[in-house]
């Protein structure tokens, strides 16, 4: 067990260049005035900043092998919990596999400056192994992150696991003694850089709401007929630091700050194996291996939002022959008899049934073939078998043309949605399209 622990990441973290590099992780936010809670600013988009290590960068064992990975972790469910809600929504990530919570309270620092951070910027001692490459696209850019943090609704904190590594390796070697010494520190350093860095992001943005989220175990009690002794010392040390979290989330309430604590460790427990990549990678695999996968990241992505807005959303299941589900401003769509259709891999509703979700006005003109579309002073014109549409009397080509089909007109939903002034996004994950505006 003790090499899942051990620090042999300087290979495999050269590999992790492919993942994940700014583009992927993250979503420039312009600025904007911040809002309090949980709903959108001023501007209707709500905006949302992630920090912390490698469970906040959605990190999936095996994911820096795939060609174009994407992380699908809790902020990206977290987010997606948003456009359930009927929110335009934003994010940025800035997950740094490795970092300490020491770490992120330097970043902060040099962030409210308007400084980058770089590799020895964000060391502890004897952190040098756990250097993440992708710091310079991240947090190269110390005043994009500070404006990012200013603008925010919502800031999601994972960290602290990194910073439990020296106390379970102790126990694996049999250490136990010098492992209980050492555990009061581990737990009060990590709950002073995370005082100081919440502190940090109020002078930034005093309105935002900041969730933090406890430290799972990912050791199980037992794998391949192999008890771990330790199995409980870690639970116990998990519950320590989860009670350090609800402390300080008292400490900032007694300061009308709304600091809150997301709780997914407990959902670990006993399901470590099932929630952890840890039989993929192998018990002597590599680091990796205690990292969650899919079924981890939705328990923590549900622990985040019910912390947030007090629940969890999710589509219906679909009717046989439906393949996709639509939301259009927080409602889910219940077409007519006519189930929407994917060709070509884009969306088609009937004229009727988009108008009717939508709030548009609708007229058909006989003569031109041509549906008329008109909402908050625009007006879109498409006609069955054309390829360009007109936005208030402008031409706009779109990729899917209307067409008629069993005596029906259908139409592409996410082009007449987006020249209708909806923000539209898809989701593959949830085979679900959001249509917010």
Do not use: C
């Not at 900043?49 to 972790?73: F, R, T």
């Not at 002078?203 to 935002?208: E, L």
């Not at 430290?215 to 008890?227: A, C, D, T, Y």
């Amino acid at each position: 067990m003790r090499s899942l622990w051990r620090s042999r990441l300087r290979p495999a973290l050269a590999a992790l260049l492919a993942f994940g590099v700014a583009a992927s992780l993250m979503q420039a936010l312009p600025a904007a005035a911040a809002a309090a809670g949980t709903d959108p600013g001023k501007d209707g988009v709500y905006r949302i900043v992630a920090l912390g290590d490698s469970l906040a960068a959605g990190y999936e064992y095996g994911i820096e092998k795939q060609a174009n990975p994407v992380p699908y972790g809790f902020v990206e469910r977290v987010w997606e919990q948003a456009l359930f809600r009927g929110f335009k929504a934003e994010f940025a990530n800035y997950g740094i596999i490795g970092l300490r919570a020491e770490g992120l309270e330097k970043l902060l620092a040099r962030a409210e400056r308007g400084e980058g951070s770089g590799d020895q910027d964000l060391l502890a001692e004897g952190q040098e192994a756990f250097v993440d490459p992708r710091i310079g696209s991240l947090v190269g850019d110390g005043e994009a992150v500070r404006r990012n943090i200013a603008s925010a609704d919502l800031i999601l904190i994972q960290i602290g696991g990194n910073d439990f590594i020296a106390y379970a390796m102790a126990l694996d070697a049999g250490r136990t003694k010098e492992a209980d010494g050492m555990l009061p520190d581990v737990l009060d350093r990590i709950q002073s850089s995370l005082e100081t860095s919440v502190r940090t992001i109020h002078r930034i943005n005093p309105d935002a709401l900041i969730v933090i989220g406890d430290q799972f175990s990912p050791v199980p009690r037992k794998i391949l007929n192999r008890e771990f002794p330790y199995y409980d010392k870690l639970q116990d040390a998990v519950k320590l630091l989860t009670g350090k979290l609800e402390e300080l989330s008292a400490r900032f309430a007694g300061e009308d700050r709304d600091v809150r604590v997301a709780y997914s460790a407990s959902r670990f427990v006993g399901h470590e194996l099932a929630m952890t990549t840890m039989l993929a990678a192998g018990i002597q695999g590599d680091r990796a291996a205690i990292h969650p996968n899919q079924n981890g990241y939705d328990a923590m992505g549900r622990a985040f939002a019910e912390a947030v807005w007090g629940d969890y959303r999710e589509p219906s299941p679909r009717e046989e022959g439906v393949p996709i589900t639509v939301f259009v401003n927080g409602e889910e769509l219940k077409p007519g008899t006519e189930k929407p259709l994917v060709k070509n891999n884009f969306t088609f509703l009937v004229l009727r049934d988009i108008a009717v979700a939508l709030k548009a006005d609708l007229a058909w003109d006989g003569k031109t073939k041509s549906a008329t579309f008109t909402l908050n002073g625009r007006k879109v014109v498409l006609t069955p078998g054309s390829s360009v549409m007109t936005v208030n009397g402008e031409p706009r080509t779109i990729p899917a043309a209307p067409f008629a089909e069993g005596g029906r007109t259908y139409v592409p939903l996410g082009a007449l949605s987006d020249a209708l002034g909806f923000n539209v996004v898809y989701r593959n994950t949830l085979k679900t399209a959001f249509i917010n505006g």
